[in-house]
């Protein structure tokens, strides 16, 4: 009996042992799992926000070619398209809008000096030229890439016809006897102080022919009627290839009358 006893309690024990560690390996493969479990989870959760920061980069980059679309809408319709020609009064600060101009044509004598603005307002008001010129200017897209150019037309008694385009000092010179030309910054100048007109040597990139004096010339008595328009030009596709005459789109013309 006492053998079968130690037989049974051997046993017993033997099962309890194996009973232990087959708990203990339970617990370990249990938390193995755990941890990869967790890792699992934790690459998922990196997944997650990579694909979700690839989301917002998307979304951004949807926005910012939306936006880029609205600009490049906005500057394909912000084109520089209008241009008006002016004069100021006894207030130096006021520059109204003409359509005819009409004086004594006097050898020798000031005919008028007329402003190019890049509006159509009938009036246009600013402390200095510089001040009431810009903003008109700067509102556009392509400002930067435009210059300011004029063409006079004049017919004589005789009913000739002569034309010049001007885009430079060294075009005003051509028809000097009858008209005389003169061009000028009012921009790059210091505002208030008297300054002359443009020569070829004062041309620089940044320079605007924003204004054009006309003086009767020493045959100015054979000139029957006259023309000016000014316009703006981007290139050499502004204007003819042939005949060097404006094409572009925007000018605009005045009439200046002889008084009766």
Avoid at 15 to 32: H, K, N, P, W
Avoid at 84 to 110: A, C, F, M, P, R
Avoid at 122 to 129: A, I, L, P, S, Y
Wanted: glycine residues 4%; proline residues 1%.
């Amino acid at each position: 009996m006492r053998d079968n006893r130690i037989i049974i309690l051997k046993t017993r024990k033997r099962i309890s042992i194996i009973l232990v560690f087959a708990m203990l390996m339970a617990l370990l493969i249990s938390g193995c799992s755990k941890s990869k479990s967790s890792n699992a989870t934790q690459e998922g959760t990196k997944d997650s926000t990579e694909v979700s920061d690839s989301s917002q980069g998307t979304s951004s980059t949807n926005e910012s070619a939306a936006q880029s679309s609205i600009a490049s809408t906005d500057n394909a319709t912000n084109k520089m398209n209008k241009i008006g020609l002016y004069i100021h009064g006894q207030d130096l600060s006021i520059h109204n809008l003409i359509t005819e101009y009409v004086s004594n044509w006097e050898k020798g004598k000031d005919i008028e000096c007329f402003e190019a603005f890049t509006t159509n307002e009938k009036t246009v008001t600013g402390n200095g030229f510089k001040n009431a010129w810009e903003p008109y200017w700067n509102k556009y897209s392509d400002a930067a890439d435009c210059k300011i150019g004029y063409c006079l037309t004049f017919t004589l008694n005789s009913s000739e016809v002569f034309t010049k385009t001007i885009k430079a000092p060294t075009d005003t010179a051509q028809y000097f006897n009858y008209i005389e030309l003169y061009i000028y910054d009012d921009v790059h100048q210091t505002q208030g102080v008297w300054y002359t007109h443009l020569s070829e040597s004062d041309i620089k990139d940044n320079t605007f022919m924003t204004s054009i004096k006309l003086t009767a010339g020493s045959k100015i008595s054979e000139v029957k009627d006259i023309k000016l328009s000014a316009f703006t030009y981007s290139s050499a596709k502004d204007f003819d290839p042939v005949t060097g005459m404006y094409i572009g789109k925007n000018s605009y013309e005045i009439t200046v009358t002889r008084s009766k």
